[in-house]
Each structure stands twice: as structure tokens, then as C-alpha cells.
């Protein structure tokens, strides 16, 4: 069996040879540079620069020598152009805090501040404010809530937002066809279309890290407050996007057409440690007739299965979710209130598809031992994949100083489990 027929078994809810694994093919599923570059060297690995392909967490490019060494199924169909608005293109030296040596895109343009942090300038212009920093002894970059304070009587969502909900160009789709083919042709891996325009509010893209001048309400105070005290605004929005979401479906499918098995749609997070940060009151009238009228065309013009991602305790939106039309659930935060993996496989096992949950990477990957982290794996593998509907990776993306010796050790599990 390929990886690409096991995956497409996993997320049938069909029980495929061996449980599929994931590393890096989303943006919710990665490793970070400076992680991925210790991992090379501990394995012996040609140890040069790791490209990072996504700067805003930093996350380092998964080449074909790790894919083979640990088994992993599925690679990314990646966006040519990243968060910060820049082309993924003429790649450039440089390091990271750590002294890690990486890869940028050649239009990534920074500068050090008088706090140690690093600025970074939202389509490599400097004329710009930057629109993300880096903290001094950081790994990752955070928004810099630029759009100052707004008027209530002049909120107006397409001008505020119309400039982040544009309709893709020709060349994109043009690039996407021509990788997406290199991907099917050249390999046998399942592949996941990096899309997200269907991330309506996603925090990480409200505050506007690739626009040069954001308007609106862009705070992510201010957005969250929005929805009880702004819901037509938010509504406003998110029409706005689901318009510009669907035109792009339309250019993607005839771009990739069905050689991607599942698509990314969105990355909204609505969970925290204790529990949802939004009610299913909130959801269910702001959210989810959006979702499902993505869900809707995707599931009517393709033969791919939706991917949403959500970190924190979700266990009062999952049937919600699921009701929409969600297929594929990340990243299965088991450490979050209500999210426990046998609850979750027992009651929604056989509606929706769980693509996470392999381990703690809160705890049990950064801070315990090889053997704690083999038995949490075989644990999670036994529970989730159980009659198939499981995709096997860490919950979110493995971060800086995480231990080598217990990442090796995850992957060591999942090959015995598997075999």
C-alpha cells in the first residue's frame, strides 16, 4: 500500500496497513527550524541550513531523507508566497537567535531593535511598519497589532478588509498546477492543499501580518469583544471572505484538481487550556453557516477532504463542527479540559477524522524521557487509531529545545506499533 492510498483509507474511516504519520506537511504539523537542524545533525544527516518555508513560526522545510527515515505520508502543497507577503523564492543565508543556520526568502527584510528583537517588514518593505518581532532569545514571531484605535461609526468591512480577501492571480494558480503535478508525478505521498481562506478569524491573520497598512478592527481584544458588541461587522467580514473564499475554490480546483486528497482550510483557534474561548451560540451564528457553505462546495465540486484546525479545549463545538461538514480535526489537544482521547474516539470516532493527539507536546515531548513519550505514543496510537480515521502526529508543531532523543524515540514507537 502507498502512503497516499493509506492516507486516503485513514481519512474514510477505513483501517489502512499501518497507521499514516505526518511531519510538516501543514503549518499546524511542523518542526521548528532550530529543532529540525539538531535532529539532522543527531541522525547524522547532511546538517546545512534548514529552509524555512513558513517564518512566522519559523518552521523548517521537511526534505525527502527525513520523510523516508521516519515513514512519514503526507507532504504540503505550499502557497508561493508566505505570512509575511513574501515569495518563497531566491533563498538567503542567515541565523536565527540561536545561531541556527537557516534559509530565508530573499525578500525578507528585518531589522534588530534597541530590545534585541527582531523586526520583520510585512512584503520584505521597509517603508512599512514592521508587522511582526521576533523577541530577543525567541523562536518564533509574534503580530504587531499595528491598526490603532477605530471608530465605531465608521466600521465599513470591505474597506477595512477587502485588501486581505483578494482573488488569486494567475501566476499562483499557475504555480500551484505545476507543483501540484511534481508532487502527484513524483511521488507517492499523500498530499495537503495549504489553502486556509477559509480561516475566518483567525488570529494569526486578523492583525494583518502581510499588509503594509492594515485597517479596522485588528486588536485581538478588540476582534473577540467585536463579536458581542459588532456581530453585524463580523458578519460583514467574513460575507466578504466566504466570497473571495469560493472564487478561489473555483481557481484551485482547476489548478490541483483531485491530486490533493485533503485541503487546509482553515487554522482559527476557538480553544483554550480550560475550555472554548467562544460559545456555541456564537459559533452557530457567526461561524458556522460560513463554514458550512465552504464545506458544502468542497464536498460538491472535489473528491478532498476538509481540514480545520483548532488548538485548545473544543469539546463544546466538535458537534458543531462536525454538523458544518468538517472532515479532519487538528490538533486533537488531549491536555485541554473535556479532550480526552478515549471520550473522543468512543463518541465522535466514526464522524470525523482525527489528525493529531499522537502526543503532549505541552509536557510529556519537551520536558520528559524517551521512555515517557514512547509510552504516551503507543497509548494515543492504540486509542485513536483504532478502526481507522487517524492520522498520527504531534499535537501542533514540535518547538524550539524540544529533545532530539524523545523525537527519535516518537518515531521508534510508531514503528513498533506499526509493526
Not at 507543483?179 to 508525478?185: K, M, T, V
Not at 497598512?213 to 466566504?242: C, S, T
Not at 482547476?254 to 480550560?274: H, L
Request: hydrophobic share 35%; aromatic share 10%; net charge negative.
Amino acid at each position: 500500500m502507498t502512503s497516499r492510498q493509506r492516507v486516503v483509507d485513514a481519512i474514510n474511516h477505513r483501517k489502512p496497513d499501518r497507521v499514516p504519520v505526518d511531519l510538516g506537511s501543514t503549518g499546524q504539523t511542523g518542526i521548528s527550524a532550530s529543532t529540525l537542524y539538531r535532529l539532522r545533525k543527531a541522525l547524522n544527516m547532511d546538517s546545512g541550513p534548514i529552509k524555512v518555508h513558513e517564518p512566522f513560526q519559523m518552521l523548517g522545510e521537511v526534505d525527502k531523507e527525513l520523510v523516508r527515515a521516519f515513514n512519514v505520508d503526507i507532504i504540503g502543497l505550499w502557497s508561493p508566497t508566505n505570512m509575511l507577503g513574501i515569495k518563497n523564492e531566491n533563498w538567503k543565508p542567515w541565523q536565527m537567535p540561536d545561531g541556527t543556520p537557516v534559509l530565508m526568502a530573499q525578500g525578507f527584510e528585518y531589522d534588530v531593535g534597541d530590545d534585541g528583537s527582531i523586526y520583520a517588514y510585512p512584503q520584505g518593505d521597509r517603508t512599512a511598519m514592521p508587522s511582526v518581532r521576533l523577541p530577543k532569545g525567541g523562536f518564533f514571531f509574534d503580530n504587531i497589532e499595528r491598526s490603532g484605535d477605530f471608530d465605531e461609526d465608521d466600521l465599513d468591512a470591505e474597506r477595512d478588509f477587502g485588501e486581505s480577501f483578494q482573488v488569486m492571480d494567475d501566476e499562483t494558480a499557475n504555480y500551484l498546477e505545476k507543483e501540484s503535478i511534481r508532487l502527484f508525478e513524483e511521488t507517492d505521498l499523500a498530499i495537503v492543499g495549504n489553502w486556509g481562506g477559509g480561516g475566518f478569524g483567525d488570529v494569526a491573520l486578523i492583525p494583518g501580518p502581510s499588509l503594509k497598512n492594515p485597517r479596522g478592527i485588528r486588536k485581538i481584544e478588540d476582534w473577540l469583544v467585536a463579536h458581542i458588541l459588532y456581530p453585524d461587522y463580523i458578519m460583514e467580514v467574513f460575507e466578504l471572505q466566504a466570497e473571495s473564499a469560493l472564487k478561489n475554490l473555483e481557481i484551485y480546483k482547476q489548478a490541483v484538481g483531485n491530486r490533493i486528497q485533503v485541503i487546509n482550510v482553515s487554522g482559527t483557534d476557538f480553544g483554550t487550556q480550560n475550555g472554548a474561548f467562544i460559545s456555541p451560540e456564537v459559533f452557530r451564528k457567526l461561524y458556522k453557516p460560513f463554514y458550512r457553505k465552504i464545506n458544502d462546495w468542497i464536498h460538491k465540486n472535489t473528491e478532498w477532504k476538509t481540514f480545520y484546525h483548532s488548538c485548545g479545549s473544543i469539546i463544546s463545538l466538535l458537534d458543531d463542527l462536525i454538523d458544518s461538514g468538517v472532515d479532519i480535526i487538528n490538533p486533537v489537544q488531549c491536555s485541554a479540559y473535556g479532550m480526552d482521547p478515549e471520550v473522543l474516539k468512543q463518541k465522535y470516532g466514526d464522524k470525523i477524522v482525527f489528525w493529531g493527539g499522537g502526543v503532549d507536546t505541552q509536557k510529556i515531548l519537551p520536558f520528559g524521557t524517551p521512555e515517557d513519550v514512547q509510552t504516551q505514543v503507543k497509548e494515543r496510537l492504540k486509542t485513536f487509531s483504532a478502526g481507522g480515521g487517524y492520522v498520527f502526529c504531534t499535537i501542533h508543531n514540535i518547538v524550539a529545545k524540544t529533545p532530539v532523543e524523545n523525537i527519535i524515540a516518537m518515531f521508534d514507537a510508531i514503528r513498533e506499533f506499526n509493526d
